[in-house]
């Protein structure tokens, strides 16, 4: 028999018994691991299931994640480990499918009922249509891509962040942009448009063109993502291939230039505000990751490439 004490690092309201030595019988020490001690403790205080766990060592706040073997984390027979309460999890995927899922309602809801918003029908331009496609592609391509696609380094997160991250999605690419497009200001009848650049089938089919590149060119990163990543593990390898030559995260890349396309379609200050918020967002997790890259893999990652934008940054 292997035990191991975990005591608190902070308030638990839910296991008031620590510390707590978990015993864990039969088992080879050399194959125990940190999933072995969070199911100890969750056998013990049912609620303290083990998404909520936070495992460290008792000098460090770096987590210890479940398929760490207590031998290589330096923890033997008799040995101590922290324990931190999460709080209430979610799994990134329901995350990610409410995220995407509420611009897929409230576009639809703007776009055909008209009246509701504006007291009166809006005859839709070419322009519209064309865009309301766009978006309705583009997130139901996401929740495709959550659903069979991504793989997920961390399997939950804590469920208030699901608001916090809805927010950017269901009001910015969701509610004020549909108010901004479908509004008769963007109408067939509209002077905004008729007989603009933004009523010309060329403008609007080149547009759409460069809109679809960027979106297959995401796809096919994101596929070449979760071929780097065998299910069921946390593996990271140096990605390779389409768009990686240049940039850590062309994936990024390539969506903020299908949202520059419905900018430059639209001329809508609500697109241009999305696509800088999106873009910068997007830069800031590109840029983290990418040093978390080449301190990870050191001189063995390509120094020629950027984080984000290619050449640039």
Partial sequence: MVTVTVHSAGRVSIARGLPFTV????MDANDLTIGDVKAGLAKRFPQFYPAR???TLKDSKTPLHDEVKLADAGVADGGELLVKDLGHQISWRTVFLVEYGGPLVIHPLVYYFPEVFWGGPVYHSMLQRFVYGMVMVHFAKRELETLFVHRFSHDTMPILNIFKNSAHYH??????LALSIY?????AMSPYIRGTLRDDPTFIWACTGVWIFAE????ITHINLRNLRPAGTRKRAIPYGYGFSLVSFPNYFFESVAWLCIAVMTGSY???????VATGQMYIWAAKKHRAYKKEFGNAYPRGRKAMFPFIA
């Fill in 183 to 187: 509004s008769p200001t963007f109408g």
């Fill in 216 to 219: 297959v060119s995401n796809l």
């Fill in 53 to 55: 766990q936070k495992i």
């Fill in 23 to 26: 015993e864990l019988p039969e």
């Fill in 270 to 276: 609500m697109a241009w505000v999305f696509l800088v």
């Fill in 171 to 176: 009001l910015l690419s969701g509610l004020a």
